[in-house]
């Protein structure tokens, strides 16, 4: 079964349950940096073989190009320390970010915006 992100599949009951507004406004989209980004509210991803869920702080601007998660300078990285270990990233594992969309200019995103 596919995943297709945090918020997919819910009844309105549920989403209101969840913090939607009842319009049925998602709280994400509150915060604003969906706004700004070419992929924005990017989901979860990977095909997770290994069924570990591995979570970045947010999208880099490869990331947000690419619309897809851990490609950038630190995937490259991170996925060098695990080949030694037989691990592919986009295949063993599912992919998430605390804030779905690359907060301008790469700076941390503030607790405001994780909240939302």
């Excluded at 406004?25 to 570990?52: A, F, H, N």
Aim: negative net charge; hydrophobic residues 30%.
């Amino acid at each position: 079964m596919p995943i297709t992100g945090f918020w997919s599949g819910k009844t309105p009951a549920e989403k209101i349950a969840a913090g939607y507004t009842a319009s049925g406004v998602d709280p994400c989209t509150q915060c604003g940096l969906s706004k700004d980004v070419i992929s924005p509210q990017m989901p979860v991803s990977g095909e997770g073989r290994m069924g570990i869920l591995a979570i970045g702080e947010g999208p880099g601007k490869n990331e947000d190009e690419q619309g897809i998660q851990f490609v950038g300078e630190a995937g490259q990285l991170w996925q060098s320390y695990l080949d030694p270990h037989g691990i592919s990233i986009p295949q063993d594992l599912f992919l998430d970010k605390s804030v779905q969309c690359r907060p301008p200019g790469n700076r941390t995103p503030t607790s405001q915006v994780i909240a939302h």
